[in-house]
Every structure is written in structure tokens, then in C-alpha cells.
């Protein structure tokens, strides 16, 4: 469970989301509902003020401005972090506190990730996002990897009984607020789909182009291997 930015939250549901960590279930909490689960998140909760931060992906950093409480740990694990400023240094502030509870784990965020992504949805913030998916336990259906695998949405549908996985390219400068139009998408190569299908698939076909995919199966896990994704592809298994 995702709790996004709100402003208040009923004691019930507050009650129901702490039943649900401590049996097993995994929840990433946003900035303003965080002073709610301070007793089993790990993590002290300040007040909050807005300023431009620098969100750390493991690699690269992502600019936005955001509203950020001072978030510390209190028992918990330090899962992300962000700066100042646009560029690697000593002095760094908690973005992310990650803490088990009974038989599940919470997550609580010093900032509104939705906001957050919204305005910079470039590939450092995409890969703190997978961290903190990552630091609660979530394991996803479906992963992508290669060179460029930063830059694939992933879809998952169903249709008739197949399972539909619908991959879009990413790619052009779509996290530049003043990029207002281009003219050319890169293709996307060398692309390898793992999907979680607990029984074999008698087939496998990649839209449009509707040809029979290179695929393995082994283990509960459908690896498809992708040459090429121009724009969209749909995978049917």
C-alpha cells in the first residue's frame, strides 16, 4: 500500500493500516501522514518546510521542489537519502526510513513522492522509487532490464484468461519542463521481460507485430527477449 499526500487520515484507518504492516503487509507512507505511524515506523517526523532538493538514485541525482519534513531515524533504516545541492557531498538529509513491524515493513518518506515525480519524473527518481519498493520487500511481477531499461512503463492487464503486458518507451526529454515538443522517440534495443506466470504458457506473442516471441519459461519465471521497442509493444502470454 501507497499512502499518498493527504491531509488527515481516520483513527480506524490508521488502526486497520498498523494491523495490516504487523501481519505481514508492506506500506510506504508520504511526508504528511507520517507523524500518524511514528511508533512503528522507526523514524522522527519534524515540521516541514519547502525548498529545492536533490534526491539521490545511486548514480545520478533529480532536482525538485518539494515540501520536506525532517525526517531522522529512531530505530529504523536509513533507505534513501537527498541534498542540498546538485552534486555529491558530506552533508546529506534523510529522504527515506525503512523499519520492520511484527511480520511487515513501513516506509516513511520525507517528502510528497507523488508531487515529487510528477515534476521530475527523470531516471534518479525513478530508481529511488524502485529503492524504497525494494527496502519494504515488494517484489514486482514483471522486471525489465538492459541498457535502457530505465526508460519502459510497464502495464499489466488481462484479457480472456492471457495475461497482457504492455510495454511504452519512455525515452526524450519528457522529465524537461521546458521541452514543449520534439520531434523523434529512441528505440529502445536489447531487451530482457521477466514475468512472473506460475504455470508454462503455450505460446507467447509480441504485438503488433504479432509474431512468436525468443522466450524461455523455467521455474515459475517467463523471460521474453526483446530486440527492439519503438514505441509500444503488448505481450501475451
Not at 112 to 123: I, K, P, R, V
Amino acid at each position: 500500500i501507497i499512502l499518498p499526500a493527504a491531509r488527515s487520515l481516520k483513527q480506524e484507518s490508521v488502526s486497520a493500516i498498523k494491523r495490516y504492516v504487523k501481519n505481514g503487509g508492506r506500506v510506504i507512507v508520504d511526508a504528511s501522514l507520517a507523524h500518524l505511524f511514528t511508533d512503528i515506523s522507526g523514524a522522527e517526523a519534524k515540521e516541514p518546510s519547502t525548498h529545492l532538493v536533490f534526491i539521490d538514485g545511486g548514480d545520478a541525482l533529480s532536482a525538485a521542489e518539494a515540501s520536506c519534513i525532517g525526517l531522522a531515524a529512531n530505530g529504523g533504516e536509513v533507505s534513501g537519502t537527498y541534498y542540498d545541492a546538485n552534486f555529491y557531498c558530506e552533508k546529506k538529509n534523510v529522504a527515506a526510513v525503512t523499519n520492520a513491524f511484527g511480520n511487515g515493513k513501513i516506509c516513511t518518506l520525507a517528502f510528497d513522492l507523488g508531487t515529487l515525480y510528477m515534476e521530475n519524473s527523470a531516471t534518479a527518481t525513478r530508481k529511488f522509487c524502485r529503492a524504497q519498493l525494494a527496502a519494504v520487500g515488494f517484489e514486482p511481477a514483471v522486471t525489465v532490464s538492459g541498457d535502457a531499461c530505465d526508460y519502459v512503463d510497464v502495464v499489466l492487464t488481462e484479457k480472456e484468461g492471457k495475461l497482457l503486458v504492455n510495454l511504452v518507451n519512455y525515452a526524450g526529454p519528457h522529465a524537461v519542463g521546458a521541452v514543449r515538443s520534439y520531434g523523434q522517440v529512441p528505440p529502445l534495443t536489447a531487451l530482457t521481460v521477466k514475468i512472473k506466470l506460475p504455470h508454462k504458457p503455450r505460446s507467447v506473442t509480441v504485438a503488433p507485430e504479432a509474431h512468436a516471441a525468443k522466450w524461455s519459461w523455467d521455474n515459475g519465471v517467463l523471460t521474453v527477449e526483446l530486440d527492439r521497442l519503438d514505441m509500444h509493444v503488448c505481450i501475451s502470454a
